[in-house]
């Protein structure tokens, strides 16, 4: 795409999905066979897009007989995740098992944690209230902050900024619902010599939207390098189920309803997309606020908060650091 014709997605993210499939696919049988030395694929399918895509992927490579597919809800998952997540192990007919992290959690002590925060913030905080935090500041120039945003049982919304340990403590406790499903995912693969999918696309990959040990942990990662403009054409390439392919992004980790934008990334996928592609690019931000209807202040606040997210996250991705040279024994 020449600079004179502007930006656009749909010619920035253009792919050729049957070339691309078919890639990935041949990709993974040689990862499995060459470097890892397993028998088979594991997928933990959240009913989103990433990991349906990823499990459609694993099938396309070594067939439906040697992925093994996991459903792990927990307290506050929303049933349509483990609906959706049914559906797709039913389509593409891998076998699969439905394991409730809820108690493991619970003896963690992930949800009283939770609460702890949550009544210290909001006084009368309790049964019956739902919550969950949003990030703002960084697309206003400003810097990130996030507010833990509550419901009472009667629907009235309660609002105040975490104080940054507060932040924290929240954070910490979520984690323990990615790494007890990460810990879930590598039983079944040593159990049966397979190897584990991560599900991330290029926006959580880049960006750092992932625990570290948790869902940042996998043998093969075969979507890391698509957008997720992409991962949701892809599904539809491949024929996946139309309620998969319509399903709105979310974190599904709090237990109020929380988009994946209001959480980590400040706008909808499709714009992130587009400003991640652009800012590799080089493009200017004047063509970037152009594209997306905002002001050029706004855009220059967008790859702002690109720069500073991989800075933040740089370490999620990195391997130990060691203090001498092992095989020198120094």
Request: hydrophobic share 40%; proline share 4%.
């Amino acid at each position: 795409m020449t600079k004179s014709q502007g930006l656009s997605a749909e010619r920035a993210l253009a792919l050729d999905y049957t070339t691309e499939i078919e890639r990935i696919a041949g990709k993974l049988r040689h990862a499995l066979t060459h470097d890892l030395n397993r028998r088979g694929l594991v997928v933990a399918i959240s009913g989103g897009i990433d990991s349906s895509v990823s499990a459609a992927l694993a099938v396309r490579a070594v067939g439906p007989k040697r992925v093994y597919g996991l459903l792990l809800p927990e307290r506050v998952s929303s049933p349509q995740s483990t609906h959706r997540g049914r559906m797709l192990a039913e389509h593409l007919g891998i076998e699969y098992e439905i394991f409730d992290i809820a108690p493991a959690l619970e003896a963690l002590g992930c949800y009283a944690r939770i609460d702890e925060v949550c009544k210290a913030v909001h006084p009368g905080y309790g049964a019956g209230w739902k919550n969950k935090i949003v990030l703002e500041g960084g697309l206003e120039g400003r810097y990130n902050h996030f507010k833990l945003v509550a419901q009472d049982p009667t629907g009235k919304i309660h609002e105040a900024r975490l104080e940054y340990r507060q932040y924290l403590m929240i954070v910490a406790a979520t984690n323990f619902k990615q790494r007890v499903r990460k810990t879930m995912d590598y039983f079944h693969a040593d159990r049966l010599n397979y190897a584990v999918v991560g599900t991330p696309n290029r926006l959580e990959y880049d960006q750092g939207f992932f625990v570290k040990n948790g869902d940042g942990s996998a043998d093969v990662k075969p979507i890391a390098h698509l957008y997720k403009t992409q991962v949701y054409a892809m599904a539809r390439h491949m024929m996946l189920p139309e309620e998969i392919c319509n399903a709105i992004p979310t974190t599904d980790t709090y237990s109020l309803a929380q988009g994946q934008d209001e959480f980590y990334f400040g706008l909808p996928y499709a714009q992130m997309d587009l400003a991640l592609w652009a800012y590799e690019q080089g493009r200017e931000t004047s063509e970037l606020a152009s594209a997306l209807g905002i002001s050029e202040e706004a855009a220059q606040a967008v790859y702002a908060d690109i720069e500073a997210k991989r800075r933040a996250t740089k370490y999620l991705g990195g391997a130990p650091i060691l203090m001498g040279n092992p095989s020198s024994g120094s």
